[in-house]
């Protein structure tokens, strides 16, 4: 069962965020505990997400704001990781604010896994032109959600079952490629030969 990873952003995501909704309401859902979502340190969050990526290796990953920098910086810097795909929600600029500047600037590497970018039109993180500008670089469908804010529970996302049908659609979409990854790492692994002894 491929288990859908939930990365928060700054502040984290309690209720009524759509993220804690999907994550209460989804059995294949995890919502991460990054840590200290008040003080974000883009080192400890990426090296949080990689040994839940580790421990759920071929995961789908969704994350909102500074989660979904997170998984971008995870996908540009952690080539080898298994991850089958990403929803990368509102991702927000580290620059806009003093307390995500540490994050550093956005990564310009195409990623090696298929990805959604869902972008407002009035995010005041991140301009829609620059989420289309970001989504080019990352090799990203971009999904454009209309005048929705920051998508989180600010701007009326509790429960937003849109955001479930965007991961069912990568599951699809990757179907064959996670079954292809299994049987070659079905046949990478060595198997027990018995050995003859001469008489």
Do not use: Y
């Not at 069962?1 to 209720?15: F, H, N, Q, R, Y």
């Not at 990953?61 to 795909?85: F, N």
């Not at 990564?107 to 620059?130: E, G, I, L």
């Amino acid at each position: 069962m491929t288990k859908t990873l939930i990365v928060p952003g700054l502040d984290g995501s309690p209720a009524p965020h759509w993220q804690d909704w999907w994550a209460r309401t989804d059995p294949t859902a995890m919502l991460l505990d990054m840590g200290d979502t008040a003080r974000p340190v883009r080192e400890v969050w990426e090296a949080t997400l990689a040994v839940h990526v580790m421990a759920h290796p071929d995961s789908i990953l969704v994350g909102h704001s500074l989660g979904a920098v997170t998984i971008a910086h995870l996908l540009a810097r952690w080539p080898g990781l298994r991850v089958r795909a990403a929803v990368l929600v509102a991702p927000a600029d580290p620059a806009a604010s003093d307390r995500t500047a540490r994050f550093g600037a956005l990564p310009r590497q195409r990623f090696d896994v298929p990805a959604t970018v869902v972008a407002s039109r009035n995010d005041p993180w991140m301009p829609f032109d620059r989420a289309r500008q970001v989504a080019d670089l990352w090799g990203a469908e971009l999904h454009d959600i209309g005048h929705a804010g920051h998508i989180n529970a600010a701007s009326g996302f509790g429960p937003w079952a849109g955001g479930k049908d965007l991961r069912d659609q990568l599951l699809a979409q990757t179907a064959r490629l996670s079954a292809l990854r299994r049987l070659l790492s079905a046949r990478a692994t060595p198997q027990h030969v018995p050995v003859q002894r001469l008489a």
